[in-house]
């Protein structure tokens, strides 16, 4: 059993800490609720932290508004307030407002209840200072404390992913790995590809960030980390088909496996070696490079022209393997383009 203690976890804990903090020297009470607030408002990026601020805004006006009116014109009673929650989170939804709902429910709740004389304007005063000290909180310490690297966390997760991709490529032709462990394999590829998905619209929304270091180099990481999402993808379509049809391929026939063999090989080479120019830990010749890509599809026009008069059982298995590599093969050289293009403007800084 894993126990990693991450950045955000850290910065959740400060936050609640600070807001128990400033709520303390400002002698408020519930001050649970400026906790909680501040638990709930952690954002993985200071972009989002900035939007789920905007968003608070206008959540908890909806939140004040449904509070008054259903105390004024429902009580306080449990009933009153579950209804009342009930009618701010449909309308929440209906605007969008997806990320505050739990604000929303603990700002209705905060005021609703704990008011046995009935609401006034230091009563709302004081309960919605308790959520703002909480949400500014939690935006303060994102800011100060751990700065996430974006690039450098989502390019690790891309990196692993294509590390296990080209793994299997090697060790799937020859039949060097056992089912049960493609199958493990291919969980955690899936898995990291999600990931990684998931955090590019991470990066993505710190575009519009008005203070980044070198925004046209960010902007440029922005697409390549784009494209290389587009490869690692690419490169598992190709596994799953080769998965499901190398052994099929084998069987009608003899030429077709070796040329395929041959283009995973190259093609699994040409990957490895975009990644480490990225890295700049080698530098790619040009001549070189054509001269491979030029092999390369002329291999592919071979695996075709084996496939012409081929009865529609060959097509069936050796067509999705052949497209798989033809569209990795074309991913990968706009990748190149991408990579050499940053290399370029990179030198001329």
Do not use: C
Not at 217 to 233: E, P, S, T
């Amino acid at each position: 059993m894993e126990f990693n203690i991450g950045p955000r976890m850290v910065k959740t804990g400060l936050a609640a800490a600070v807001t128990l903090i400033i709520t303390g020297m400002l002698n408020l009470e519930l001050e649970i609720v400026a906790a909680i607030a501040s638990v709930l408002a952690m954002q993985p990026s200071i972009m989002r932290s900035f939007e789920y601020i905007k968003e608070v805004v206008i959540s908890n006006l909806i939140g004040l508004v449904f509070s008054i009116l259903g105390t004024f014109l429902l009580g306080n009673h449990p009933l009153s307030v579950g209804a009342v929650v009930i009618i701010s989170i449909a309308i929440n939804i209906k605007l969008g407002l997806t990320k505050t709902v739990s604000l929303t429910v603990l700002t209705i709740i905060t005021l609703m209840l704990s008011s046995d004389a009935g609401l006034d304007l230091v009563y709302i005063y004081e309960r919605l200072s308790l959520v703002a000290i909480g949400v500014l909180s939690a935006f303060l310490v994102n800011i100060a404390v751990f700065p996430p690297n974006h690039q450098k966390i989502l390019y690790g997760m891309i990196k692993e992913a294509e590390e296990k991709i080209n793994f299997l490529m090697r060790v799937l032709p020859s039949k060097a790995m056992s089912v049960p462990k493609i199958k493990e394999e291919d969980r955690e590829i899936e898995k990291l590809i999600t990931k990684s998905k998931d955090y590019y619209e991470i990066i993505s929304d710190e575009r519009t960030r008005l203070f980044i270091r070198n925004k046209l180099n960010f902007l440029r990481n922005i697409i390549i980390y784009k494209h290389m999402i587009r490869v690692i993808q690419k490169q598992y379509t190709l596994v799953i088909q080769l998965e499901k049809n190398i052994e099929a391929i084998e069987k009608i026939s003899s030429d077709h496996p070796y040329l395929i063999k041959e283009l995973v090989a190259e093609i699994n080479s040409y990957s490895e070696n975009v990644f480490l120019m990225y890295e700049d830990k080698i530098i790619l010749d040009t001549d070189l490079q054509k001269e491979a890509k030029t092999a390369m599809r002329l291999t592919i026009n071979n695996l075709i022209d084996e496939l012409q008069g081929s009865d529609f059982t060959r097509w069936s298995y050796v067509f999705p393997v052949a497209n798989g590599i033809i569209e990795l093969f074309n991913e990968l050289e706009k990748l190149e383009k991408l990579v050499r293009f940053k290399q370029l403007k990179d030198t001329k800084r």
